[in-house]
C-alpha cells in the first residue's frame, strides 16, 4: 500500500487537495463580507453527501473499464438503484434497501453484459439501451407497487427511513457509551483561526453526522484498489481490458472476469442510485440520478482510471454542488478561484514554454477575474449548472496525460484476434 | 511429442493437410515454411488456441487434446506469440504472473513472485526488472518476458512463433544463447522461422511445411540454405534485386534539418537532412520507434513539423495541408493498411478513390463520378493482378497480398511524383510480395523518388539505391546496398557501430 501511495499519482492528488483547502481559505477572507460558505463546517458536509453517488457510479465506471467495457449505462442502472433502493428500504428497512439497490444495478450490469460481451453488440449502444429502459421499467414497478400505497404514486415513493448516521466522538461531539465528547473540529472552527479554523471546519464537516453509508461509499475506494490491484482476480480483470487475446492465451476467462467486473460496476452504480433515494431525499422520485452517472464517467478518465482520482473528481463536482445549493453568491466568489486557477494553469504552460496554451489560459484569466470584478452576482442561470461546467472544465484541462485501458470498448470475440 | 494427420480446415483454405511432426525431447526443433504455409495454425493446434478437425497428438506418450491454452499449459507446454501478448500498461510481473498468481491469503504473493521471478532470469540468463511497464520496454526485453512466462508455469516445451522476425541481428545472438542454455537444461524448443541461416544456425533438426503440407524432415547438417528454400518454396526463389541505376540528378525531395516533436515531447525526428532524386529509392532502416513514423508523417503532412523545410521540386510545401500534398504528387502507402489504408467494410471501388476522392478520375467538379471511379478501379484490378471477384467485394474478404497491391495501384493510377512506401511487404505472402518489389522497381523506372522505410533488412538492401539508418530520430548512417550486410546494417540500427568509427 505504501509503494502504491508513494508512486502512483495518488499522492501527488493528495498534495494537490492540500494545496487547494490552502488556496480555497485565502480566497474566502478576500470574498469575505459576500459569502462566508466557500470553506465551512456545512459546505464540507454538504460536498461529501453530494459526492457520495458520483463516486460510486465512478468506482462503477473503473471496474468495467479496467475490463474493457465501457459503461455509458451507469445512468440507467443508477435509476434502477433508486427504485429498488426505495423499494427495499420500504419493505425490509434502509440497509436492505442499499443491498436491493445494489442488486438491482447489477441486474442492469447483467443485461450490459450480456449484450457487449455475450453478443459484441456496441457498448455504447448497449449503454443507452440500458439508459432509455431503465426509467421505463421503474415507471412501471411504481404503477405495481407505489401507487396503492399512501404518499406514492406513479412517479415516487412513499418516504422512507435512512440509515443511522455517525458523529465521530472527541473531534465531533459523538456520543461514546451514552456520554457526550467533546466536539474538537467544532470549537476550533469557532475561533476563527486563519487557515487552522478553516481545517478543523473541514474536518468538522466530514466527521458530523455522516451516514453510515458514506462510510461505506468512502471505504469502497481503498476496497476497489485492493481487489483491483492486489488479488488475482484484479490482476486478470485488469488483462482483461489491457490486452485479452494476451490474457486468454494465459487461460484467463476473459469472458468471465468482463461480466463480474461490469455487474460490480452495476452494483456500485445501483448503490448509488439506492443512496440518492434513502439519504439525500428519503424518498423514491422519478428524474433524481440527473445525469449523475454520466458525471461519474467524466470522473472516471479525470481521475485516470485510479479509485483516488474518481474520488476527487467527485468530491469536485460535490463541492460545485453544494455551493450552488447552499449560497449561490458563493458561486460568484467561486469565479475568483476559477480564475486564479487559470492564471497558475497559465503559469505552468509558459514554464513548459507551450506560447499557445499560455496565451489562451492567461486571456481566460484575465476574463474570468474580470468578471468577479465588474459584477456583484453571476446571472441566475449560471448556480444550477455550476457543477457541470467544473466537470467540463477540469476535463478539458485534464485530458493530456490520460491512458486508458488499452482494449477498452472494443469488441473481444474469444479466437479472433 | 508426436502430432500426426493433423488436419485443420478454415472457410476456403485447409491450413493443414495431414501434418505430421515428430519432436524429440530436448531438441530445438525448427519448423519452417513460407508465410501461409500453416506453421502458425499448426502451433496454434499444439497449444490449444484452436483445435484440429482431424489428427492426433501424443505428448510423452499419450494421447492429448487441448481445448484451451490452459490445458496445455497444465501438460507443460507454452507459446511465445510471433505478435507480443503482453498488456503494456502492466509491469513485468504482473504480466508474467498472470493466470499463475501466488497468493497468500487470498492476495498475490508478490514477494515470493518476484523471488520466483529473479531465479529464472539468474538461471537462465535473462535479464528483467520486474517492476518496470512493459510499455517502456524495447522489443528484446519483450521477448525475454515473453520467455520467463513460459517458464514461470514450468514449460518443458517451449514454441515460439518468428521469435526473430522482430529482432535486430544482435538481438537474435542473444536470443539463441538463451535458447541453447534452455535446451541445455532439458527442456524442448520449438522453433518457428522463415529465415533460414537462423534455422540452421540453431536447429537441430528442421520439418518443412508447404501449403499446409510437410514436405520435408531434415537435419541441419544434411542441407544447404539454398536447398532447404527450394523445399519451402517448392521451385526457384524470387528475391529482391535492383536493376540498373536510374538515379537522376533531379532532386524531386528535398528535406533540411526537419524536426518533429514527439508526442513524449522530445523530438523524434531531430534535425534531419535528406535528398530524394528522381528515380532514385532511398531505404530508410531503424528499429522501429526511431522515428521513421514520425519522419513518414511530417512528410505527407498528418503531424505538424516544429522545424526545418520540405522541398518538392524546388517548392516548399512544408505548410500545406494533407490532400495539397497528395494532389501535388505525394503517393502514400502506409504502415498499417487495414488502420490508415482501408477501409475495410467498404467496397473496392470506395477504396481506390481513398485519397485522390477530389480529382478526376474520382470526382467531377464537386461530386464524386461513380462510373469514372468503378473504371479507375477495374483498371487497378486488372494492372495490379488484384485477386477479386469483383470491385464490390469488401476489402475485408481480400488478403493482406491482394489488399497491398490495391493499395499500391491506388497511389500509382494517380501518376505520382514521389512514393512513401512504409513496410510494403509486412504480412503479406511470398507471391504478393513479388508483385510489389515489382511494382517498387517499375515507379523507379518510372521517374518516382521512392522513400522506403522497412524492417526487412534484404528487402532495403535488395531494392535501394542509396540507405539511410535513423536511430533516436537522427540519421546516423549513410550506406550503399552492394556493400552492406544485414548484419553491419544491424549494427547501425542498434548504435552498436557508429559511422565514425566505421569510416576511420
Known amino acids: 500500500m505504501k509503494g502504491l501511495l508513494r508512486s502512483s499519482m495518488v499522492f501527488r492528488w493528495m498534495v494537490a487537495a492540500l494545496g487547494l483547502v490552502v488556496v480555497l481559505s485565502i480566497i474566502q477572507e478576500l470574498a469575505r463580507p459576500e459569502t462566508t460558505d466557500l470553506i465551512s463546517a456545512g459546505t464540507a458536509e454538504s460536498t461529501l453527501r453530494r459526492a457520495v453517488p458520483i463516486l460510486l457510479a465512478g468506482l462503477g465506471g473503473i471496474w468495467a473499464e479496467r475490463a474493457g467495457v465501457v459503461n455509458i449505462g451507469l445512468e440507467g442502472m443508477m435509476v434502477l438503484g433508486t427504485w429498488f433502493g426505495a423499494w427495499g428500504a420500504l419493505e425490509f428497512g434502509p440497509w436492505w434497501g442499499m443491498a436491493i439497490g445494489m442488486a438491482g444495478g447489477a441486474g442492469g450490469g447483467l443485461i450490459h453484459a450480456v449484450a457487449t460481451v455475450s453478443f459484441g453488440v456496441d457498448h455504447i449502444i448497449s449503454g443507452v439501451a440500458v439508459n432509455i429502459m431503465a426509467p421505463a421499467l421503474t415507471r412501471f414497478l411504481s404503477r405495481e407497487f407505489f401507487v396503492n400505497r399512501s404518499g406514492g404514486g406513479l412517479t415516487q415513493s412513499p418516504r422512507v427511513e435512512s440509515v443511522g448516521e455517525l458523529n465521530v466522538p472527541f473531534v465531533s461531539g459523538g456520543d461514546l457509551f451514552g456520554w457526550t465528547t467533546p466536539d474538537l473540529f467544532g470549537w476550533i472552527d469557532d475561533r476563527n483561526w486563519l487557515l487552522v479554523s478553516d481545517a478543523a471546519a473541514l474536518l468538522s464537516g466530514i466527521t458530523r453526522s455522516v451516514s453510515w453509508a458514506t462510510v461505506v461509499a468512502l471505504a469502497l475506494v481503498p476496497l476497489s484498489v485492493f481487489l483491483l490491484w492486489r488479488t488475482p482476480i484484479g490482476l486478470r480483470i485488469r488483462a482483461s481490458g489491457e490486452h485479452?487475446?494476451?490474457?486468454?492465451?494465459?487461460?484467463?476467462?476473459?469472458?468471465?472476469?468482463?461480466?463480474?467486473?461490469?455487474?460490480?460496476?452495476?452494483?456500485?452504480?445501483?448503490?448509488?442510485?439506492?443512496?440518492i433515494a434513502i439519504e439525500q431525499t428519503g424518498i423514491y422520485r422519478e428524474?433524481?440520478?440527473?445525469?449523475?452517472?454520466?458525471?461519474?464517467?467524466?470522473?472516471?478518465?479525470?481521475?485516470?482510471?485510479?479509485?483516488?482520482?474518481?474520488f476527487l473528481g467527485s468530491l469536485l463536482f460535490g463541492f460545485a454542488d453544494a455551493l450552488q445549493l447552499r449560497d449561490r453568491t458563493a458561486v460568484h466568489a467561486l469565479l475568483l478561484l476559477v480564475g486564479v486557477a487559470l492564471a497558475a494553469l497559465a503559469v505552468r504552460a509558459v514554464v513548459q514554454r507551450r506560447t499557445r496554451p499560455a496565451v489562451l489560459l492567461a486571456v481566460a484569466s484575465a476574463g474570468v477575474l474580470w468578471w468577479y470584478a465588474v459584477t456583484e452576482e453571476v446571472v441566475s442561470e449560471l448556480p444550477p449548472i455550476t457543477p457541470h461546467v467544473a466537470t467540463l472544465l477540469v476535463l478539458v484541462f485534464a485530458t493530456s496525460r490520460l491512458r486508458m485501458p488499452a482494449g477498452n470498448g472494443l469488441r473481444y470475440r474469444r479466437g479472433q484476434e | 511429442m508426436e502430432l500426426a494427420g493433423i488436419t485443420k480446415r478454415f472457410p476456403g483454405v485447409v491450413a493443414n493437410d495431414r501434418v505430421d511432426l515428430r519432436v524429440a525431447d530436448g531438441e530445438i526443433h525448427a519448423v519452417v515454411g513460407e508465410n501461409g504455409a500453416g506453421k502458425s495454425t499448426l502451433m496454434k493446434i499444439l497449444y490449444g488456441m484452436q483445435s484440429a478437425d482431424e489428427g492426433r497428438m501424443l505428448v510423452g506418450g499419450s494421447e492429448v487434446a487441448f481445448s484451451s491454452p490452459a490445458e496445455a499449459i497444465d501438460a507443460g507446454i507454452g507459446m511465445v506469440h510471433q505478435h507480443f501478448m503482453l498488456a503494456d500498461n502492466l509491469t513485468v510481473l504482473e504480466n508474467v504472473i498472470l493466470g499463475a498468481e501466488p497468493t497468500r491469503r487470498?492476495?498475490?504473493?508478490?514477494?515470493?513472485?518476484?523471488?520466483?521471478?529473479?531465479?529464472?532470469?539468474?538461471?537462465?540468463?535473462?535479464?528483467?526488472?520486474?517492476?518496470?511497464?512493459?510499455?517502456?520496454?524495447?522489443?528484446?526485453?519483450?521477448?525475454?518476458?515473453?520467455?520467463?512466462?513460459?517458464?514461470?508455469r514450468g514449460a518443458k516445451v517451449l514454441i515460439l512463433d518468428e521469435p526473430t522476425a522482430v529482432l535486430v541481428p544482435q538481438e537474435v545472438e542473444e536470443l539463441f544463447r538463451n535458447l541453447r542454455e534452455l535446451k541445455s537444461r532439458g527442456h524442448t524448443i520449438i522453433f518457428i522461422d522463415h529465415k533460414l541461416e537462423e534455422v540452421l544456425a540453431i536447429a537441430d533438426t528442421i520439418t518443412v511445411l508447404r501449403q499446409g503440407r510437410t514436405v520435408a524432415t531434415v537435419e541441419p547438417g544434411d542441407v544447404t540454405a539454398h536447398e532447404l528454400a527450394e523445399l519451402m518454396v517448392g521451385s526457384e526463389l524470387p528475391a529482391p534485386s535492383t536493376e540498373p541505376r536510374t538515379v537522376d540528378e533531379h532532386v524531386t525531395l528535398s528535406v533540411r534539418n526537419l524536426t518533429v516533436t514527439g508526442t513524449d515531447g522530445r523530438p523524434a525526428v531531430d534535425a534531419v537532412d535528406l535528398d530524394v532524386h528522381r528515380g532514385e529509392i532511398i531505404g530508410v532502416a531503424g528499429v522501429e520507434g526511431n522515428g521513421q513514423g514520425e519522419l513518414i508523417e511530417a512528410l505527407l503532412g498528418l503531424r505538424p513539423t516544429s522545424e526545418g523545410e520540405?522541398?518538392?521540386?524546388?517548392?516548399?510545401?512544408?505548410?500545406?495541408?494533407?490532400?495539397?500534398?497528395?494532389?501535388?504528387?505525394?503517393?502514400?502507402?502506409?504502415?498499417?493498411?487495414?488502420?490508415?489504408?482501408?477501409?475495410?467494410?467498404?467496397?473496392?471501388?470506395?477504396?481506390?478513390?481513398l485519397g485522390h476522392q477530389t480529382q478526376p478520375p474520382y470526382a467531377k467538379g464537386p461530386w464524386l463520378d461513380r462510373s469514372g471511379a468503378r473504371e479507375a478501379t477495374a483498371r487497378i484490378v486488372a494492372d495490379f493482378d488484384v485477386r477479386t471477384p469483383g470491385i464490390d467485394t469488401s476489402a475485408r474478404a481480400l488478403s493482406g497480398g491482394n489488399q497491398q497491391k490495391l493499395v499500391i495501384g491506388r497511389e500509382m493510377l494517380a501518376g505520382p511524383r514521389m512514393l512513401v512506401a512504409a513496410h510494403p511487404t509486412r504480412g503479406i505472402d511470398v507471391g504478393a510480395q513479388a508483385a510489389v518489389w515489382e511494382d517498387l522497381r517499375a515507379a523507379r523506372r518510372d521517374g518516382l523518388a521512392v522513400l522506403l522505410v522497412s524492417a526487412d533488412l534484404e528487402e532495403l538492401i535488395g531494392l535501394a539505391d542509396r540507405l539511410v539508418v535513423m536511430l533516436r530520430g537522427r540519421i546516423v548512417a549513410e550506406l550503399d546496398p552492394t556493400t552492406t550486410t544485414p548484419r553491419l546494417l544491424g549494427g547501425y540500427m542498434t548504435g552498436a557501430v557508429d559511422e565514425e568509427a566505421s569510416t576511420s
Open chain 1, 244 to 275: 485479452p487475446v494476451g490474457a486468454d492465451s494465459l487461460g484467463v476467462n476473459v469472458y468471465r472476469m468482463k461480466f463480474l467486473a461490469v455487474m460490480v460496476s452495476g452494483g456500485l452504480a445501483g448503490f448509488g442510485g439506492a443512496f
Open chain 1, 287 to 310: 428524474n433524481q440520478v440527473q445525469g449523475r452517472g454520466f458525471i461519474g464517467l467524466a470522473t472516471v478518465i479525470f481521475g485516470n482510471w485510479q479509485p483516488a482520482g474518481a
Open chain 2, 106 to 152: 487470498g492476495i498475490i504473493d508478490r514477494r515470493s513472485a518476484r523471488r520466483n521471478l529473479d531465479e529464472l532470469g539468474r538461471s537462465y540468463g535473462l535479464d528483467l526488472h520486474p517492476d518496470d511497464l512493459v510499455e517502456t520496454l524495447e522489443v528484446g526485453e519483450r521477448q525475454r518476458v515473453e520467455i520467463i512466462k513460459v517458464l514461470f
Open chain 2, 310 to 353: 520540405l522541398l518538392l521540386d524546388g517548392e516548399s510545401i512544408a505548410d500545406w495541408p494533407v490532400r495539397k500534398r497528395r494532389e501535388a504528387g505525394i503517393g502514400y502507402v502506409p504502415e498499417d493498411r487495414h488502420r490508415r489504408g482501408l477501409l475495410l467494410d467498404a467496397p473496392l471501388w470506395e477504396n481506390a478513390m
